[in-house]
């Protein structure tokens, strides 16, 4: 029972990701009806949002510090953030350490701008074009973005630590009834799957409760009878592209504690988010959360060590088995709109 829940919470982990990802693949899809290959571009740029945050706010100066002797007695120079004279030590090594949060800020107006330029300067020209070209022109963007982020960063992971205060594990099998130790789980995984249900939730109520939102829904179902309204479209879907780009980047932030940047993160997550899209529903939001959930808890599933050494290889493919046999059965898969995908 022990094994079962802690698979299912690393489930909700990997589960977490996908839906967010998918989530603004979707809301991409559905509005502008274009297949964004380059979305796992944007989860990258907002994990590398938080290895930048990180850097400038760790850029030091140097000092001479009389109270501190090299092993010939003369005093050390030290590197001093510059935080620490703006703030104080204290509160400047806080605002060091508490650098991933705090990129959400940093993050959500550059991914809004890197969003909006790129539907307006690329995409839009694309909208009437086959979904083979818009594959390709969006794969190639994301093959440059991802070259970009290699040349400045270089092509090693960079460990991004989540705050001092969430470094530790969480005891479910004592919250559960189990032994103490039994079942530990690291808190900013918990964090991570508690800001994914924030966000996921927060978009739902964007698109439910707001005005724009509902404009947003009815222009999804039918563009032209709302274009006939008065109602620019056009304009409320290109935020909506920004909107989906500040998603998929808040993702990436708050996961690189969890996978350490890397130039190549965005492509290890695309395809995996792509399947997720397809069985929950292509243009069906519902269907890409329960999508994502359900595919992370299969994934995480299908890694332990019983189920491998059965079915040597499983963990590697079974989301693609899965999606086969949803589509075989059910062409518009799990949620989507009848007619989708069934001609």
């Known amino acids: 029972m022990d094994a079962i829940i802690l698979q299912i919470l690393n489930g909700l982990d990997k589960g977490s990701a996908y839906a967010l990802i998918a989530l603004g693949l979707t809301l991409i899809f559905g509005t502008l009806g274009v297949v964004n290959f380059a979305h796992g571009a944007l989860f990258m740029i907002g994990a590398f949002c938080a290895v930048t945050l990180s850097r400038i706010l760790s850029m030091s100066y140097t000092v001479v510090d009389e109270t501190r002797t090299d092993f010939l007695g003369n005093p050390m120079q030290v590197d001093v953030p510059y935080v620490y004279g703006i703030f104080g030590e204290s509160a400047g090594q806080t605002i060091i350490d508490w650098a991933v949060p705090l990129a959400i800020l940093f993050a959500i107006p550059i ?11 690329l995409i839009k020209h694309f909208y009437k074009r086959p979904h083979a070209d818009q594959i390709l022109v969006t794969f190639g963007l994301a093959i440059v973005l991802q070259e970009i982020i290699k040349y400045y ?32 789980y690291p808190y900013w995984r918990l964090v991570y799957f508690i800001f994914a249900a924030i966000i996921i939730g927060a978009v739902f109520a ?9 404009v947003v829904r009815a222009g999804m179902a039918d563009r032209e009878t709302v274009g006939l309204l008065g109602i620019n479209i056009d304009k409320r879907f290109t935020i909506m592209f920004g909107l989906a780009a500040a998603v998929a980047g808040l993702a990436g932030v708050m996961y690189g504690p969890i996978y350490s940047p890397n130039y190549h993160m965005g492509m290890d997550f695309l395809v995996l988010s792509f399947v997720v899209v397809v069985v929950g529903g292509m243009g069906s939001l519902p269907g890409a959360v329960a999508a994502g959930f359900l595919l992370g808890i299969l994934e995480s599933f299908a890694s332990m060590r019983e189920v491998i050494n059965i079915i040597p290889g499983i963990n590697q493919i079974i989301i693609y088995l899965v999606a086969i046999i949803i589509l075989l059965a059910r062409p518009r898969g799990l949620m989507g709109r009848k007619g989708v995908m069934e001609d």
């Open 111 to 121: 991914m809004i701008l890197i969003g909006v330029a790129m539907e307006r300067g």
């Open 153 to 184: 960063f270089g092509a090693n992971p960079i460990p991004t630590p989540a705050p001092p205060a969430f470094t530790g594990s969480f005891d479910f099998g004592v919250l559960l009834g189990f032994d103490a130790n039994t079942i530990l």
């Open 206 to 214: 964007f698109l439910q409760f707001t005005t724009f939102g509902m």
